[in-house]
């Protein structure tokens, strides 16, 4: 029997329609394409009307089989097949088309656009008739998930998960959670002090009887998919055993050996080669830098062996390798500081007055290396004048073009303590002032009026060569106030350059891990850039904070809570559907070849000996198609993809096109 | 011809990286030529070789096949297979009689969408260089070239002779 195939146009509003003759395109294909008994064309298909029309068509005119020819799959096929499902449709019986984002949004004119989307309508006319109904597989969610950074993000996620009853695990690179936020003094535009807000969600996180804490630890493998993930923790080896350690920090005490703390102390400050991040760490166990320990790199010391009463040291302890099953995965693992070195005219590294905004946070920090006094690099002298430098490595082309989005209230808050703790003349190079959240702008204006100065124009160069007097043994800025249209020179004792947010450098290689992928910039791609913002492509792994585009803290916390409700709503609901697209072998037809054997990176297929026949583990098939064009033999199908469905998609392609003549021609067809 | 050369193209896309470069650059309204008709698949690696030829025997100019950058591959390793059927189908193509260049893999992520459609537009613009397909026929099926071969042949007979 002949299927009963609707064609849908929509318009898309104008989006659609503006560049492609939607009419023509529906009256054509009702009079052009065989089997097509009903084509319609409609302002929004995806309308609860547009919906409606389709649904009523199934039942009335007995379709059985749909197109819609709208806008990417990825977008509405969702809506679409839920549509079909209510008329009764299964709905893998019905194909999109997209005329939106291939068609009339990249076309220049309208003849070729109608043309290229009669062709594509063709297309899956040709293939829709040869779908078949499929049922959507059901996978069980594992409740456990996996949070990957234990940054304010991570942590919010972590605690909103384990507060509502589930097991979280969390891993976090460093011997401390905490993240940058950590390193902070105070925060915009409050000025509450980042350590009290924070410290409590990090114990919190260790003592919930929901969460186990892996710090020190990476995440190093991930297979699987939505639901049941397997995922592989390596737990680097601390040294020191964390069943015994009770935090006291006597081996801290006496370590003879004293190294620059270049991580949380960013060079600022020393650190042991035992120690811990800071003293609020979370957990309260150091952590032998093997790289700088005199045992490890001289084979002497051992002191804080003989130090530590419970003998918790361990040198000779391995890395450890964790194997867990989890749900849903959540990554936060955050940003890094833009290397300001990369910009040698503002002398970073070699001028020895300036800074960068994270040097200048643990300046002022009570708890960092100059016990919260603002003092040059000396370490002595309170300067008289600062300059605050905007966008540095940021909205720049030479670095990356974003806008960091934390750094002008950061640097507003940087000018507040500044003038509160040294009463010093402080000057923001900017080149838009961005304060655009709640009470973001009204902390501006309370710098206008505690006489911080606002410079409108990019810093062309910081130089301690003095070219006129006052300003010997200065920083100079020079730069082109852009409000009084000329070139201004100003001498400061010190320079703050507001660094930019940066991706993690192995955020691509983390991301490859889960499946998901990076903006060319680096930042992790969500689902949809407004409406799913903590979603990425890959079902069952999210994302949260920063490591999605730079963020500032209450952001980083909403997407954390935010990741965490979507994974406690897949948790609920108990199982997700899988789309049915996976491989499976004929094994009549099956000669035992096994060339499908090594096509398959998930060793989904597996070899019968005793009947010499391959067969696919449904459960492990990920759908790629890899093996259905490897068998010799065509015998294995790909569902919703098979060879069949993909040659009439090719044929309705080109139903425009004369087919070439002669044997050989006849012979690939 | 009055009318210039606009040739067919179909697009082997993978669900992953290159169709939604194709959807981003529809999204960031990045024009580019409407000749690459584009049928979606899981990934490169479903790209049977025998489609490619299918394509072009229905008529088609020139096919191009995209997926995820080598080491990208959202199965882990399947664009590898795609690269060595690529270089197969290469050689298929060049044994029919075929240029070769009518056939493009190329690789975009899911950010690129600017470059895939540079890379359309290139291969568009290759592709109507060297003009519209013409699939040759096999040497007996065509009288000119079978008229040539018998031609030779008569005029070897002698050297082809087969001693009794």
Redesign the interface.
Known sequence: MAERVGVYVCHCGSNIAGMVDCEAVARWAKENVSDVAVSRDYKFMCSSLGQAMIEEDIRKEGLTRVVVAAC???LHEKTFRRACSNAGLNPYLMQMC?I????S?????RD??T??AK??IS?AVARVKRQEPLEPMKVGVNPRTLVVGGGIAGLQATLELADAGYPVVLVERSPSIGGHMAQFDKTFPTLDCSACILTPKMSEAYQHENVTLYSYAELEEVSGSVGAFKVRIRKRARSVREDLCTGCGACIEKCPRKVVDNDFEVGLGYRKAIYMPFPQAVPKIPVIDRENCTWFQRGKCRVCEKMCQPGAIDYDQQDEIIELDVGNIILATGWKLFDCRKIPQYGYGRLANVFTNMEFERLCNAAGPTSGKIVLRDGKTEPRSVAIVHCVGSRDKNHNEHCSAVCCMAALKFGHLVLEKTGAEVYSFYIDMRTNQKMYEEFYCRLLEEGMHFIRGRVAEITDAARMPGEEGKLIIQCEDTLLGRQRRIPVDMVILMGALEPQADAKELG?KC?I????AGWY?ERHPKLDPVAT?TDGVFVAGACQGAKDIPAAVAQGAAAAARVMGMITKGTVEIEP?VASIDEEGCSGCRICNN?C??NAIEYDAGRNVSRVITALC?????C???CPAGVIT?SH?N?EQ??A???G??W???????????A?? | MSEAF?P?I?GFLCN??S??A??L???S????A?NV???????S???????V????????DGVMVAGCHP??C?????NY?TIR?YGMLKHTLKA??LEDDRVRLIWA????GQQL?EAIDRFVQDVRRLGP??????WN?DPARLAAVEKMAAEHAEAMEVPA
């Open positions: 990417s799959p990825h997209n939106r984002e291939h068609v949004w990249v076309a220049q004119e070729p656009a043309e290229k062709s594509l297309a490859l499946g992928s990076c903006s060319m791609t492509m697209v096509m990176p998930y990920k759908g790629c198609g890899t259905v064009a490897a790909g993809f060879n993909i040659g998609e090719i044929e392609i080109l425009d096109a004369r087919a070439a003549a002669g044997r050989g021609a006849a690939a067809v | 606009e067919r179909v992953w990286c169709y939604r194709a959807d650059a529809g999204i309204r990045i024009k580019h409407p008709r584009i049928i979606r698949v899981m990934c690696g479903r790209v049977d070789p025998s489609f030829l299918k394509a072009l025997a229905l008529g088609a080491g990208e959202h199965y882990i390793e399947q297979k059927r029919f009689g992520s899911a950010a690129e459609a397909l013409n699939w040759p026929r096999f099926e």
